[in-house]
Structures are given as structure tokens and as C-alpha cells.
């Protein structure tokens, strides 16, 4: 307990060694846990992990890990070259170092655990073709969701699998910011200081609030569902800083919540088969599983052709949270090295991306006004040029100004954004609103 | 397409050769599955799956699938010893002749899926033994929860992880008529009658309503939470035969719904560590992501000691989502062919099995009594003879007889048991309701 480096392997239990690769918040948890836990862990699962040396930046910074000093080193492609060395464990996060240590481990014939969902975002179909072509493992649960057996879902039980869509719920922090609009009617900029001062948002929120984070976990999720070759480029992507509370009323009102929504989409047309990958604020009606995810809490729906309708939920993110998902990958690496591996994975498929334009959704549209008689006339023609099909509209008044909301009936994203410029060039016209789309609602 | 047994590994995807014993719903729905899709399983998988021999006990038995016959068998044993096929599917369920089935197909160095509940559930760790030792695969994630990933999840993503209980609504049968009582306050005889009409109900529903095959997947996710021998005879068993729609409207009132469920614990005193398994009607607050669980769908709460909360969500049943949790184990199984295993997996341990008398819960009695004075002061004095105090009573009177419905504190189940057996022998009591127990609500 608490001395890795000790005694190793007095029993029937194989001892793996890891190397550490970053300790911040998930790192140190991860030591923590392991150090304190080895013993139990090999009891559970047949394997005894020990972590045996930690690359970190700066060897003076304090850690609330005690006993770590005598593994510490700033020379990180040392443990990864180190032969003592079974595993590696990258919690650096961002490009580089991260993709050079984790080639030249996979190189090495040593499996990899990852939380990095930037560098598997933009770099993850050349990273699985190397790990495949050294026949080791690389693994990263705990890129997408947390401590929620997600990947492992996809890649595995749902491997035979037909899958529809994936659509989820994969940031914290805006869905933590969504919630308290929600409940207290706080606005988006109280919500963000109160989730700022709880820790549920860095300091510099704005790959979170802005749906960057939410984007590469798409790009993920939709790689393994789809075996493709998509990365947070493909991503269509719009934030919640334009969301206000007068938006979460009207879809209270009309038995919707708002989320900000991940959604990796497959369409078949003949020979042709084309992914939709977007992040936006989204309807969903309250009665779906998703409207249910309250504050930090994540979940994914998957629709497959024979499982039918899934959800997995859970704390999509924290320390220990994520340590447990790296502990999870971290045993079946140490499983797998026990195995001589020759299975092919086939390579992941070039797919043809989809424009959001040929989206094809209910939108909610929100218009600030002039109060004066024909504004409505002329809103609606603009609607009706483009081919736009209103299914309701809601009016409030305020002072001179009337606030318009509009749902439509099913239409193109491309004709939605075109009577969103015409709507703009309306003299009438104040203000447009954020655009919302409807999720997870297609019998209507 | 549809002609399996022609022209096998054309490219570089391997063939693998299923035997499948038994072709009832699920047997069905798997083949024609893996017949129409197997060139679109090879692409995203790299395995080629070709169902080549199936044993049925009619050979007569019309069926759903077509060109079925020319693979055909009423000899099981001859599937299970034909060097020509790779893995063996027993869907045949119950105990014989499935487990000397399983065990030769082992023994042969045929790796098994099997989606048999019953017998997992009796004989779960000797045929784990068996698998460990001939150094093949024995999955079954469709014998829990239909496609839901919960065996891989708590096996592999949560194998290091320290899993303190697992709870969940693991029935879609009993689901279903516990959700249309709550919604229409249909009684449950009516309930029930609807859902064998609808097929969610078989019309011998024994094993269903009295909770058995609710502990049969109690017993199996228990074995894999807390590596340890757990067999259906460990797990306290009642099932909703006694439910009636004011229960489930006191409940309502209250903030809670009433659903069957599965619940395995994990209890630890000083060196001493204890699983209590059961099944029985349990009030759950509305607030607790269980309760919004409907109709025929299941989920799976799991509370692990770093991972937090967890839960997965989807159809517990059917025979689509059976074959297609099937189709995710013959894909793993199939990729584990290419693989020399050396891992060893430590044995199954034997714990002590907590009586359920020593359970700890808040617990909700119904009793209905003469409508007289004093009736209140006997009723109240047994309780206090036993030292379970009351947090709340609720009297309804209809003609000449009182309802009364109580929520203790916290109290022993074993000191609860007393109290109804000195409630029983009151002249004053007419009828005791069915004893309902609170779980998820340890807070207050």
C-alpha cells in the first residue's frame, strides 16, 4: 500500500508497470488511486498496476500525491523509451508533445492509455493505424464522458452494430450553465460566474461555452460509431452564449428543455451514405432521457438498428471520475499484454462529410421587432420566399418592441439561413434571436 | 447476402464459423441478422460471421428465417464437436442440456455466447472456471438487460474500479405493468392481461411477477461487481403480485414511484465484508433518474467509489436486442480466436451472503384495520415494542375499515418483520398490505 516501487509481484498476480506521462488534477488522482488501491485492484482483476515513473513539466510544483518525488522526471520521452516500462498513460492533453510520445510508445510495442480528446479529435485515425500496425492497444474511455463506458460501448458491444445516430449530452459545464438558467431563471452571465466559482468551468470558459470541448468528443464518438475518419473539423459547431432566459421559458412553455446537444448523424440515399456532425443548442421534449441530464452530469443516446434505442449516463467529468476510466482502459491494456494479437481492425472508411445546409430539422426562431402594424406580414413573407413553413408563433410585447418566436414546420437548414438574411434586412427588424434547432422529436 | 454457406473469405476479412444451438425468437432474429448483414458486419468489424449449423429439437418447426434448412440439426452434440465451426451461441436456456453443451464446447477450445440467464445465474462460476482454464471466451451480455452493455461494462470498463452497489430495474415486464398502473391506475390484474396481449408478458408470467427472473440477473451482475460466487438461491426474492393502485398512489403523493427492483450491496465492517442481494417493490423518490424509467425498458444504476454514478439505459428484452447484444459478444469472441490469451483471470471469490434480515432501510406498511377507537394506539404500540419509530402516517377510511399506510425511520429489517407479525395477530387488523421498502433515500 502506498510503495509501488516495492516488492513487486510476490504472488500469482502479474505486475504491469506504467508510466505516467502529465500529473495534473486526473494524473494525481489516477496515483492516488492506484498507489492506494493496488493490492485490491489485483485481487479484482488479476493484474497489479504499478505507476513507476511520472513525466511531469515542472519538477518543483507541489502535488497532493505524497510519496511521488523519487518517480518524478521532466524528461517525458525517457519513460517512454524506458524498457522497464509495460504501459504508457498520456494526461498531457493538446497536440504536441502529446502525439510524438504516444507514436514513439506505440512504437516501442508499448499499448497506450489516453485521455486527450484534442489530439484524437484532429489525429485519431492516423493514431489507431499505428497502434494497429504495432498491434497494440490504444485506449481512451475517458476521452468522451468520463468514468461513462461509452467508447467501449461503441467500439465493442455496438462493433456489429447498425448505428443510426448518437446524440448527446457531453459537456458539464454548459449543461451545468443550462440547468441553472433553467431553474433559478439566472441569466447566461450569472450562471457562468456561478459555475466558474464551483469549479464546474475554468476560468477561460470559452471552449466549453463556446461548444469546442463538445465538438471534438463528437468527432470521437462519431469515428468509432461509424468507423470513419472524422475529426472536430467536421464538426458544425455554434455555443450557448447567445441563449437567454426568455428562450428556456418559450421551450418550457412549449414541453422542450434547452441543451446544448452533440449529434453524429448517418444518412443513406441509394449508393450514397454521408455523417452530420454538429454541436448546437437544441430543443428536446422533456419527456426524452436526455431532457433529464441535469447540471454537470453527461449522457449519450444511441439509436442502432437492432439494440434499439441506449443511454449511458454519468459524471462526464472530474478527477476521480476520470481516473476511473483510465484505470478501466489501464486493465484491459495490462490484459492485453499478456495476448499475442494478429486480428486486423479494418481501417477506418473515408466518408463524405454532410453540410449542416442540408440539414433538415424544426428550427425556433426568435425576432426582436418594431411594434407597428405589418411588421408580421412582412416577417412572414420572408418566411414564405424561402420556402419556410411556420408550424406556431408566439408574441410578447414590450414597450415598442414585440419579441416574435416562430417554430417552423420540417425545413432545410440552407432556407432557414436564408430567411434568416432576409429576416435581418427587415427595417422592422431589432433584433434575431439565437437560431435553436429541434432534436430527437422527427414524428412531428 | 442471405447464403452463407458459399464462397467464404473472398478478401482479407477472416470467416468465422458460428454453431448456434437453439433457433427460437432470439436464434431467429440473430440469424437472420447475421445473414443479411454479414458483409456490412466484415467492413466495420474485420470478422466475417457465417452461421454454418444450427441445432433445433423440431426439425419440423416452421420458422421464420428461409434458407434455413440446409443447416439444420437435431443433434446438438454434433455442432458442439464439428471441428469445421469456430464458436458456439447457446440460446437453448434452462439448465439441460445447455450446461453439458457449454462445458464440451470449452473443452473443445470452442469459445461460447451464451444469453441463458438460469443457468449463469446457478452455475455462472464453474463454467467461468472452465473458460479460464481452456483459455477461451464465455460472454453473455444478452442474459442481463438485452443490448444494454451492462455485463461489459461492469467486467471490463469497471474492472478496477471499487463498485459499492449495483440497483436496477431489470424486468421490462414487471416494468411494464407497475408504469400502466401508475399511469391509468389500471389494477394490476388488468395490467397484466394487457401485457401478455401486447407480448410483453408471456402468458405464463410466474417467473416474471414473482421476481425470479429478476434475481436470476441479480445474481449474474452481483458475480461480476464483486468477483465473487453468487448464485439466484443468495438473492431475498418478492415479487408485485401484492401491488395494488393505492400503494402506488400513496407512493405518488409521497414523491415516489414503485418499481421492481434488483439491488446488490456491498457491505464492509472491519475485516468483515458482506453482499446482500434482492428483489422486491421498492419506492423510489421521483427525482432519482430509475423512476423515469417506463414500460418495457430497463437500466442499471451503478455506484462505484471513484466513477460516481453511473447509469445505463435501453431495451431489456425482444429479440432484436438480444441478437444484437449477442452480435457484440460473437464479435469480441471472434477477434479473440486470433488471440493466444496467457492472462489469468483470478477465481471467482466465495463471500458471505448478508440475510436480508439485517438490511437497513426505511420501509412503508400498509394495514387495513376495524374503523374503531383504539385502534391507532394498538397498531402504534407494536411498532414500539419492536423500536421501529414512525416518520409518517396516512389514514384513508372506507366504510367500516381504516387504511393506514406508515413510513418508518430507519429500521431493521429483521425488527420490521416482528412488527408485522405482531401486527398480524391484532384482533383490529383486517389485511396487511405488501411491505414496501425504500431504497435510493439513505439521506434522510
Known amino acids: 500500500m502506498g510503495r509501488p516501487?516495492?516488492?513487486l509481484a510476490q504472488d500469482n498476480f502479474s505486475t504491469v508497470r506504467v508510466g505516467l506521462l502529465g500529473c495534473g488534477n486526473v494524473g494525481c488522482a489516477l496515483v492516488s488511486l492506484i498507489d492506494a488501491e493496488s493490492e485490491a485492484i489485483a485481487?479484482?482483476?488479476g493484474v497489479r498496476l504499478a505507476i513507476t515513473r511520472i513525466a511531469v513539466r515542472d519538477l518543483a510544483k507541489r502535488r497532493s500525491v505524497p510519496e511521488i518525488a523519487s518517480r518524478l522526471t521532466d524528461d517525458p520521452?525517457?519513460?517512454?523509451e524506458d524498457e522497464e516500462i509495460d504501459l504508457i498513460v498520456e494526461l498531457i492533453g493538446g497536440i504536441e508533445p502529446a502525439e510524438s510520445l504516444i507514436e514513439a510508445a506505440l512504437r516501442e510495442g508499448k499499448s497506450v492509455v489516453s485521455a486527450n480528446k484534442d489530439l484524437l479529435a484532429s489525429r485519431g485515425t492516423k493514431l489507431h493505424d499505428l497502434a494497429a500496425s504495432a498491434g497494440r492497444d490504444l485506449l481512451y474511455e475517458a476521452a468522451v464522458g468520463g468514468a461513462i463506458p461509452l467508447v467501449r460501448a461503441l467500439s465493442v458491444s455496438l462493433a456489429g452494430e447498425r448505428v443510426h445516430r448518437v446524440m448527446g449530452i457531453v459537456n458539464g459545464t454548459t449543461n451545468y450553465i443550462l440547468t441553472r438558467m433553467s431553474e433559478s431563471s439566472a441569466s447566461y452571465e450569472e450562471a457562468l460566474i456561478e459555475a466558474i466559482k464551483l469549479g464546474f468551468a475554468e476560468a477561460d470558459p470559452t471552449a466549453d461555452v463556446e461548444g469546442y470541448d463538445?465538438?471534438?468528443?463528437?468527432?470521437?464518438?462519431?469515428?468509432i460509431a461509424f468507423n470513419a475518419d472524422i475529426t472536430a473539423h467536421d464538426v458544425y459547431c455554434r455555443?450557448?452564449?447567445e441563449i437567454v432566459v426568455a428562450d428556456i421559458d418559450f421551450a418550457s412553455r412549449r414541453g422542450y428543455v434547452i441543451k446544448l446537444l452533440a449529434v453524429a448523424e448517418r444518412f443513406v440515399e441509394g449508393e450514397d451514405e454521408s455523417i452530420l456532425v454538429r454541436v448546437h443548442p437544441a430543443m428536446i421534449r422533456k419527456s426524452h432521457p436526455l431532457a433529464s441530464v441535469h447540471g454537470a452530469f453527461n449522457a449519450v443516446f444511441i439509436e442502432g438498428e437492432h439494440a434499439g434505442e441506449l443511454m449511458l449516463y454519468g459524471r462526464g467529468a472530474g478527477g476521480s471520475a476520470t481516473a476511473s476510466a483510465v484505470l478501466g482502459d489501464l486493465v484491459e491494456a495490462a490484459r492485453g499484454l499478456q495476448r499475442v494479437t494478429t486480428f486486423e481492425q479494418p481501417a477506418r472508411r473515408h466518408v463524405q462529410i454532410r453540410p449542416i445546409d442540408q440539414l433538415s430539422s424544426t428550427y425556433c426562431i426568435t425576432i426582436e421587432a418594431k411594434d407597428r402594424t405589418g411588421v408580421m406580414a412582412e416577417v412572414a413573407d420572408v418566411f414564405g420566399s424561402q420556402g419556410v413553413s411556420i408550424r406556431s408563433m408566439e408574441q410578447t410585447d414590450s414597450y415598442s418592441e414585440a419579441r416574435m418566436v416562430f417554430i417552423t414546420h420540417l425545413a432545410r437548414e440552407s432556407d432557414v439561413q436564408a430567411t434568416l438574411h432576409g429576416l435581418e434586412k427587415l427595417d422592422s427588424v431589432v433584433r434575431l434571436g439565437g437560431l435553436l434547432r429541434v432534436v430527437g422529436d422527427e414524428d412531428e
Open 5 to 7: 516501487n516495492d516488492e
Open 43 to 45: 485481487e479484482r482483476t
Open 77 to 80: 520521452m525517457s519513460v517512454v
Open 214 to 223: 463538445a465538438a471534438a468528443k463528437t468527432a470521437i464518438m462519431a469515428s
Open 239 to 241: 455555443g450557448i452564449t
